[in-house]
């Protein structure tokens, strides 16, 4: 079993920054790879980032590529999400999220993931 706490989310002004964490515990981080996703009221889960576990290689969603980086520190069991010149469209709830021998193919599907954090809000004002 893995647990993960999200942290980090806030109210910031469009073109802020923004780093959140997620911090796991109850199991081996190193052998899992990350993603983080978000959601706004009344919409699906969306895939924001994710990271594998080894190679490091990492894959980004259209709508954040460039500004967003994600990344991990396993000898702290941690993962970040970098988030720069944010929009406000940017607003949601972000999740991050393990999975357990995920192929390539599926660390854009939510469904596919096993371990999930509570959220943390991100609001960007216009």
């Known amino acids: 079993q893995v647990q993960l706490v999200e942290s980090g989310g806030g109210l910031v002004q469009a073109g802020d920054s923004l780093t959140l964490s997620c911090v796991a515990s109850?199991?081996?981080?190193?052998?899992?790879?990350v993603g983080w996703f978000r959601q706004s009221p009344g919409k699906v889960r969306e895939f924001v980032a994710a990271i594998r576990r080894s190679t490091g290689r990492s894959y980004y969603a259209d709508s954040v590529k460039g500004r967003f980086t994600i990344s991990r520190d396993n000898t702290r069991d941690t993962a970040f999400l970098q988030m720069n010149d944010l929009k406000p469209e940017d607003t949601a709830v972000y999740y991050c999220?393990?999975?357990?021998?995920?192929?390539?193919?599926?660390?854009?599907?939510?469904?596919?993931?096993?371990?999930w954090g509570q959220g943390t809000q991100v609001t960007v004002s216009s």
């Open positions: 109850g199991g081996s981080f190193s052998t899992y790879s």
């Open positions: 999220t393990a999975g357990f021998r995920m192929r390539e193919g599926q660390l854009g599907y939510a469904d596919d993931y096993d371990f």
